[in-house]
């Protein structure tokens, strides 16, 4: 149509120069003539350049000109006045200006600068990769997911329905018609949620205000988990009570100077694949604001074992037996889902109301998935500076070495296994390779060799850095049930720190044996001896020695080439010992310790001698004033005076902290003295801030920026939202869930055993 009302009445542009479209100041110099006489078209080229272009007729507005195409055509100088020359030219053609409203009234000259092709600048690389992170995470979970957990639920549903035979088809329909509802508000609340999500991020809101903090549970290298207090109910329900959390309080800037992105997505992804499981921590929501990233979970009043362990030194092997079983039943579920855990350790079994243990801590799981591999954000970062030829000086270090980016990405190739692991390699994908299908494909054998858990803890393929799978969790286990009988771990190393440990776990076949005391069974003592053993050797499940070689692809085996089988503990579970232990009756039975809690909120079983501060009260306050310090040290001569300010003027890390003790150590002093100026040092002295791991967190110039856009990008798509039926369906649920609180008898308070909590290094 408008080609065809372009013919009868034309627009005739005559330019300066064939081929040529008019520039501002072919206009000015009043080359262009636009004539209402009807004329023959002019030739093909001049008539498809003049495109769109139509007289306006009397009452018409203007219709779209060729001029505009100009403006966003590539000419060079003259798009930076773009919308400053569209207005003028408008204004002329509607008339306002011009007497004859047929002709454009000559424009002033605009003085054309020519500028450089304009350079991306960090800030264009930082959103651009989030983009592509985003649409790519996005993408993949729609294509790779076959079943939705709506589709799974209607399942649950229909085979919930047909099993019973004996309800009749109204209330069937019933049923049916509930769970539609439940379906449709659980969608609309899930939009209602990341709609919110989008306004937080832009600083309107909080969903964290949704809940109010009633106590610090715990502390990690990550942030706080607090017991919190959901305070705003749905006003249809009034009567509901004011539920209680856990909520996990993740800093972002923290995880991203530690380049931590990949695990932090990981461990919401494992969380949201686990919905309605009995032996994982279950996930309520997950969100996020502008500094943090939130994980509310059901609250586990019972502590952590490590706790248990503390109060009872060491339990008997009835008890042991107990939760050894149930620990099994945890991690064959994360290994179910095909993650590997990466962390066991007593701190990450969790006792619920009714005493049950449930799985957490999934800050190191891995499932071998790009997603959950840092070096897959790094590379679109980097791949685009180094493509653009961006070069970030980073901090002073870097400079020294003088690297620039493309160096360092070299480095970073190496350290992290390969860009190209996560860039299209043609020699690799075929043409119609989608990019998902070819990540999913060349994923991540890296992170299968990280160092990651507890020194205690690991297994020696993991302390030597080889490829690794899911067998290395079972290895946690035995070291878990030796320590539950003979109340330390094997490996633990009294002198030498977590090297001679991990030196001692190397050597397991020398280093390994049991004590005397106390007396424990023999088929015990087999079981550990059987799973305390290179990986080959190990007891758990005979198909990893069926598939044991890497290169071989095996539906079981995991994007980072990695064996991960379900149901991998049926030798352990088939070993004498377990004789008596009806594993799939467990969940039913009454656990040998049912904590004694009085509400829903009881926290006594997180009482700590000194209480958690919040993260919120230890971030860096104002530095000591003089007077301060010289009050502080009031009772000290001169001399010590002076040493103890040049402790806590350079800034101390765990090893240097440890370093200064020793030095106090050997001064001439008492013993109270000598603790009051260490505790001195520990109360003024600054923690050494660690450096960023990311070139561009080190460098001064781009870090505040690139800081605050990734604080916004780094996490999209973090929201998320478990399903809860309302209705009838809720009762059926949450009994699944265990969450139903058993008051119990509590254990018998026994001496405390100063047992250390440990972090992750
Ligand atoms: N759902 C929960 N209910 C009750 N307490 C919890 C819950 N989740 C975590 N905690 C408490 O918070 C502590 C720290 O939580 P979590 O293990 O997730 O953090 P982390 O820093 O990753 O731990 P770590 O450094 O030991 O690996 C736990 O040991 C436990 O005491």
Not at 307 to 331: F, H, Q, S
Not at 340 to 352: A, E, G, Q, T
Not at 371 to 383: C, G, I, K, L, T
Request: one cysteine or more.
């Amino acid at each position: 149509m408008v080609l065809l009302k372009g013919q009868l009445e034309p627009t005739v542009v005559h330019r300066a120069q064939f081929k040529s479209r008019p520039s501002v100041i072919s206009i000015d110099r009043g080359v262009i003539e636009i004539t209402t006489e009807p004329s023959p078209p002019t030739s093909p080229e001049s008539s498809s350049n003049s495109g769109k272009s139509s007289i306006p007729r009397p009452g018409e507005s203007t219709g779209k000109t060729s001029l505009d195409s100009k403006f966003s055509s590539k000419s060079k100088g003259v798009s930076q006045h773009s919308s400053e020359n569209k207005k003028v030219v408008s204004k002329q053609a509607t008339g306002e200006g011009g007497s004859n409203e047929n002709t454009l009234a000559p424009i002033a000259e605009v003085e054309c600068v020519e500028t450089p092709e304009p350079v991306p600048t960090v800030v264009t690389i930082e959103k651009a990769a989030s983009a592509k992170v985003f649409f790519e995470c996005y993408y993949n979970s729609l294509t790779s997911v076959q079943l939705t957990p709506r589709s799974l639920r209607r399942r649950q549903l229909e085979g919930a329905l047909y099993q019973d035979s004996t309800l009749p088809q109204t209330e069937k329909d019933e049923r049916r018609r509930t769970w539609a509802k439940d379906e449709t508000d659980h969608l609309r609340e899930t939009r209602v949620m990341k709609a919110r999500s989008g306004n937080i991020m832009k600083g309107k809101d909080s969903l964290a205000s949704k809940y109010e903090v009633v106590k610090v549970l715990g502390k990690g290298s990550f942030g706080v988990v607090r017991l919190v207090r959901e305070n705003n109910r749905s006003p249809q329900e009034p009567k509901l009570k004011k539920q209680i959390y856990a909520m996990k309080v993740i800093r972002k800037s923290d995880m991203l100077r530690n380049s931590q992105e990949g695990h932090l997505r990981a461990e919401r992804d494992f969380l949201v694949s686990a919905e309605g499981s009995r032996w994982v921590v279950p996930l309520i929501t997950s969100f996020q604001d502008s500094n943090n990233l939130y994980l509310i979970m059901d609250y586990m009043p019972g502590g952590d074992f490590l706790g248990l362990l503390i109060r009872d030194n060491i339990l008997t092997e009835p008890v042991t037996k107990w939760y050894i079983a149930e620990m099994i039943l945890c991690i064959e579920e994360a290994h179910a889902l095909r993650w590997i855990h990466r962390d066991v350790k007593p701190d990450n079994f969790l006792i619920s109301a009714s005493g049950h243990l449930k799985i957490s801590d999934f800050g190191l799981a891995f499932d071998g998935h790009w997603s959950h591999d840092q070096a897959y954000y790094n590379n679109h970062r980097y791949s685009l500076l180094t493509k653009l030829g961006i070069n970030v000086e980073g901090d002073s270090i870097d400079k020294k070495e003088g690297r620039n980016v493309a160096a360092a990405m070299k480095i970073a190739h190496v350290m992290m296994g390969g860009k190209e692991r996560h860039e299209i390699n043609t020699s690799n994908g075929s043409d119609c390779d989608s990019i998902l299908n070819w990540r999913n494909r060349y994923g991540n054998r890296t992170l299968a060799r990280s160092v990651v858990g507890t020194s205690q803890y690991m297994a020696p393929e993991v302390v030597r850095g080889e490829l690794y799978d899911a067998r290395s969790d079972w290895w946690s286990v035995a070291v878990i049930l030796y320590e539950c009988l003979y109340g330390h771990t094997p490996f633990l190393a009294e002198e030498g720190g977590r090297q001679q440990t991990k030196i001692n776990i190397l050597n397991h076949k020398t280093t390994f044996s049991f004590p005397n005391k106390p007396l424990v069974s023999k088929r015990c003592q087999d079981l550990i001896r059987s799973i305390i053993q290179e990986k080959d050797h190990r007891l758990c499940s005979k198909r990893y020695k069926v598939n044991n070689h890497p290169s071989s692809t095996h539906q079981n085996q995991d994007y980072a080439g990695r064996y991960v089988y379900p149901n991998d503990a049926e030798d352990i579970k088939s070993h004498k010992w377990f004789r008596d232990v009806q594993w799939d009756r467990l969940h039913t039975m009454t656990p040998p310790f049912v904590p004694n809690i009085k509400s829903m909120d009881d926290t006594h079983y997180f009482d700590e001698e000194d209480p958690i501060s919040d993260f919120s009260e230890s971030t860096s306050g104002p530095p000591p004033t003089a007077e301060e310090i010289a009050e502080a040290l009031k009772p000290f001569p001169q001399e010590i005076q002076t040493i103890a300010k040049g402790f806590i003027e350079r800034p101390h890390n765990s090893v240097k902290l440890k370093k200064v003790e020793r030095e106090i150590d050997a001064f001439s002093m008492c013993e109270e003295q000598k603790e009051y100026l260490k505790g001195f040092v520990k109360h003024y002295g600054r923690k050494e801030k660690k450096r960023p791991r990311d070139r561009l967190l080190r460098d001064k110039d781009t870090a505040p920026k690139v800081l605050e856009l990734r604080k916004k990008g780094a996490f999209l798509g973090y929201t998320y939202r478990r399903y809860r039926p309302r209705r009838q369906s809720m009762s059926r649920s949450s009994s699944s869930r265990q969450s139903s609180v058993v008051v119990g008898s509590g254990a018998a308070k026994r001496p405390v055993w100063p047992r250390p909590r440990l972090s992750i290094h």
